[in-house]
């Protein structure tokens, strides 16, 4: 089975920095997409950043220029780099990651059960 769990949020001030982190764990033969979405309260899910497995990079027009994803392949491990947070970045965080455990099956969904970011106004 497979494991995305997050880490790194907390509250911050405005202007400040936080790095998320989302390991995978499990039977992992192969990573394909890593990515990111955020829910605030009383708002739908939000698509925030992903990565595919050759580097290439998106992000919602909302956090570009201020959020970087990245991804360490050999641990498994990715990590969204959050800088000049507002208070309208406030809500919980998600990873998910799109996962081979094989050669023979395809690749399946997995979440993480979320972080909480809060940037108090």
């Known amino acids: 089975q497979v494991q995305l769990v997050e880490s790194g949020g907390g509250l911050v001030q405005p202007g400040g920095s936080l790095r998320l982190s989302c390991a995978a764990s499990?039977?992992?033969?192969?990573?394909?997409?890593m990515g990111w979405y955020r829910q605030a309260p009383g708002k739908e899910r939000e698509y925030v950043a992903l990565m595919d497995i050759g580097g290439t990079t998106n992000y919602a027009e909302s956090v570009k220029g201020r959020f970087t994803i990245s991804r360490d392949n050999a641990k498994n491990t990715g990590y969204l780099q959050m800088n000049s947070l507002r208070p309208e970045d406030t809500a919980i965080y998600y990873c998910?990651?799109?996962?081979?455990?094989?050669?023979?099956?395809?690749?399946?969904?997995?979440w993480g059960q979320g972080t909480q970011v809060t940037v108090p106004s």
């Open positions: 998910y990651a799109s996962i081979a455990s094989d050669l023979v099956r395809g690749s399946n969904l997995y």
């Open positions: 499990g039977s992992i033969f192969s990573i394909n997409d």
